[in-house]
């Protein structure tokens, strides 16, 4: 596996691989790797001949106050993961090397889109995430990117950027991973002490709640956001920041069970702030 620090390594290495004919899959990270993104890697890897991932703690989609500075990191073990789910490239740019100082441009989507659900506590996230996602597209110039469900709002960010800009790359959405308890990996679930951890679970029974009565056949989408939320309320540790239903391609509220319907939920366990989700589909 190679690792890059460059652009100018990553252009390089593309342009062989594309002289020979091969396809590039691109999986896009923050790092400290867990079984989510390795599914993302291989998924890649069936998808196409070569695979590169990056591992970059973007500064842009990160607000003041955030936990950019303690985003847990270890570029070792995630290199030996990605090395054994046969990644090609790791891209690992200095944050120098992605944005010079006097960089002043931003990829934004103008909508109400990315102003909803985790839009609404995180209003500059997604321009940082358009603006580096962008950035990738361009250095690495993938046929394919694959981006987790678990992130679903960023997953159709990324897909009305990638149609609107015309990037030339087939967005791939992969499944949420999950522990054997339920509750999705993620990078922040290190943060959660013990008994945080046990009652960071009410994220995935809320999400297992709601997807059993819509597959029950409830209609009434309040009905379901309300036993979510009920369940979730229950757990003394747990702070709600949303329990919303939205149309899975546009991100607005929905009433009515129709279409493609993303059910999501953030929480706060403590100071740690988790997402879950499941789409419905009519
Ligand atoms: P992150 O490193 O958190 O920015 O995530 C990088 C990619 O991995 C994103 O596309 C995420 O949606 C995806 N991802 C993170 N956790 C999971 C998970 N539990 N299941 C599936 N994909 C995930």
């Given amino acids: 596996m190679i690792i890059a620090t460059k652009i100018s390594e990553v ?31 291989d998924r890649a890897g069936k998808d196409c001949d070569r695979v590169v991932a990056s591992v970059f ?21 995630d290199c030996a993961l990605l090395e054994a789910h046969g990644c090609h490239l790791v891209f690992h740019p200095e944050v120098e090397e992605m944005y010079s100082q006097d960089a002043a441009t931003f990829v934004e989507i103008l909508s109400e889109m990315p102003k909803q659900l985790c839009g609404k506590t995180r209003p500059t996230h997604f321009r940082g995430v358009c603006t580096v996602v962008s950035k990738l597209f361009n250095i690495v110039t993938p046929d394919k990117a694959f981006f987790g469900q678990k992130d679903a709002q960023q997953l159709a960010v990324i897909r009305r950027m990638a149609e609107d800009l015309s990037y030339p790359v087939e967005i791939v959405g992969c499944p949420i991973v999950r522990e054997k308890d339920g509750l999705a990996k993620s990078s922040r679930n290190t943060y959660l002490s013990e008994t945080e951890r046990k009652a960071a679970l009410v994220l995935s029974k809320a999400v297992f709640l709601g997807e ?14 309300g036993a979510m939320r009920k369940l979730i ?3 003394p540790l747990a702070r709600i920041d949303y329990v919303s239903a939205v149309d899975g391609v546009t991100m607005m509220p929905v009433e009515n069970m129709q279409g493609q319907i993303l059910f999501a939920v953030a929480v706060y366990i403590g100071k740690t702030r988790l997402i879950d989700n499941f789409i419905w589909k009519g």
């Fill in 11 to 41: 252009r390089a290495q593309v342009a062989a691989w594309k002289k020979e004919g091969l396809t590039v899959g691109l999986v896009p990270t923050m790092g400290y790797l867990h079984e989510g993104h390795t599914s993302l890697v």
């Fill in 233 to 235: 309320e229950e757990e």
């Fill in 57 to 77: 703690v973007n500064p842009t989609q990160f607000a003041p106050g955030e936990d950019l500075e303690t985003y847990p990191r270890d570029f070792d073990h």
């Fill in 212 to 225: 059993e009565l819509a597959g029950q056949g409830e209609r009434d989408v309040k009905q379901i956001l």
